[in-house]
């Protein structure tokens, strides 16, 4: 003869059973979401660019004295003795500009996948911005100093 509490404790194990198995899914995602190996086999060719923006911003933050003495060296400079960056130092600096920007991206991207709320708020100041733009500037007069 089944008792109501021999129903209960069944359900109560049934339930137990069902949340241990939720738990071991919920550690296995949450193993993949810090495993950076998974992120490399997912999209392999993103993880290089941001390996390479992230050495590139690192390298630019910590930069050595002894590579800006030799850069110095390889500068020209104009009638006045002001300092006139080479073609490779203006290539290299528009290359570093663009490879953290596409890092910055594709965090953004990554972030707002994780975080729908950052999306919205990111694109909420998009908006405001180019309304800022939109508005026009008041006219300043270059005279106004000799009226």
Avoid at 77 to 89: L, T
Avoid at 107 to 125: C, K, M, Q, W
Wanted: charged content about 25%; glycine content about 6%; aromatic content about 4%.
């Amino acid at each position: 003869m089944i008792t109501h509490s021999d129903v209960l404790e069944r359900e109560i194990a049934d339930e137990h059973e069902a949340l241990a198995e939720n738990l071991t899914v919920l550690e296995g995602q949450a193993k993949d979401l810090v495993d950076w190996r998974a992120y490399v086999r997912k999209s392999p060719l993103t993880m290089v660019g941001v390996a390479l923006g992230s050495g590139l911003l690192i390298s630019a933050i910590t930069g050595s004295t002894r590579s800006h003495s030799r850069a110095k060296s390889v500068r020209k400079y104009d009638a006045d003795g002001n300092e006139e960056p080479s073609i490779a130092h203006d290539a290299w600096e528009i290359f570093k500009g663009a490879v953290i920007g596409a890092a910055a991206s594709q965090l953004t991207s990554y972030v707002t996948n994780v975080l729908p709320e950052f999306g919205a708020h990111i694109e909420s100041l998009r908006h405001e911005k180019a309304a800022a733009r939109r508005q026009p500037r008041p006219v300043t007069s270059m005279n106004a100093d000799t009226e």
